[in-house]
């Protein structure tokens, strides 16, 4: 089981590529396509570290706004995995790498609504 479903990881991606715009056709053309990446990346780096009750416990608050309000649903997902960030005795560079996604993932939630 992964962190974040091929469909959430769609969607962010697609709304990356909505709200990055750029005059320059190269990056506007892979800016969507860096972000869906990037978070396979991510997605294919934590999963592996995170126990299958917390993985469901993350796409559960994810699936819930994604039938509603996306509002803060990037943060409150890095505080359900802030303790786990810790417990895993990662480098502090991919600590800082993590929590740098989902704000981004909330800056980009909060330009598109």
């Known amino acids: 089981m992964d962190f974040l479903t091929k469909e959430q990881i ?19 053309a892979v800016d969507g396509l ?4 990037l978070l396979n990346q991510v997605n294919k780096y934590i999963s592996p570290l995170l126990d299958d009750e917390l993985k469901e416990d993350l ?14 649903v990037a ?8 303790d786990e960030i810790e417990d895993l005795e990662l480098s502090d560079g991919a600590q800082s790498i993590i929590r740098g996604i989902f704000t981004l993932l909330d ?4 330009e598109v609504l």
């Open 34 to 37: 860096a972000v869906k990446i």
């Open 107 to 110: 800056g980009i939630i909060q």
């Open 75 to 82: 943060l409150q997902v890095l505080d359900i995995i802030e």
């Open 59 to 72: 796409q559960s608050v994810i699936n819930e706004a994604l039938d509603s309000d996306w509002e803060g």
């Open 10 to 28: 769609k969607f962010f991606s697609e709304k990356a590529d909505e709200w990055i715009k750029s005059e320059n056709v190269i990056i506007e």
